[in-house]
């Protein structure tokens, strides 16, 4: 067909606002289930039920709308009734939600920032877990500084030692 109607079977590489398009589609295929049983954030989907029958229940149902939509998950992906999971960067459990102890230790192993960049890297990765430390703002209130210092100084950061930020 030389002139006619032309339609993606996929979604194009290089679409700025494809994840927000991609997340209101997953929105409506769970629109009703979302908040009770299903945790939607793009391709990462969570079902969390009081009973393995409602589990096994409600995942066939998840798994036939997504279907049904043409939509297919990866089973190799995939991680079936759990008990504990991790999930965007936190560990969920019977017991609540907690932070991955592989990104705590990612934080208290990060070498001391010299720059702004690496500095508002530090921060933006620990703002992360901001509601499971006590007292963050406080503690990272001279590292804002830092950065506000930096921005009149043209970028430079004034603390070039190594250990000064972080200990």
Request: hydrophobic share 45%; net charge neutral; glycine share 8%.
């Amino acid at each position: 067909m030389m002139h006619g109607h032309y339609e993606y079977c996929v979604m194009p590489f290089g679409l700025t606002n494809a994840p927000a398009v991609f997340q209101a589609l997953i929105n409506g295929v769970f629109q009703d289930l979302l908040g009770r049983n299903v945790i939607a954030y793009i391709d990462d989907i969570l079902v969390y039920s009081a009973s393995m029958e409602d589990h096994v229940r409600q995942v066939r149902e998840l798994l036939a709308r997504l279907q049904r939509r043409h939509l297919y998950v990866k089973l190799e992906k995939c991680e079936f009734h759990q008990s504990t999971v991790t999930f965007l960067g936190y560990v969920i459990s019977r017991q609540g939600v907690e932070m991955d102890v592989g990104k705590v230790r990612a934080v208290t192993e990060w070498p001391s920032p010299a720059t702004v960049r690496e500095l508002q890297r530090f921060l933006g990765f620990a703002n992360f877990y901001w509601r499971f430390i006590r007292s963050l703002s406080w503690e990272a209130s001279f590292m804002y500084l830092l950065l506000l210092e930096a921005h009149g100084r043209g970028g430079q950061l004034r603390c070039g030692q190594p250990g000064v930020v972080g200990d």
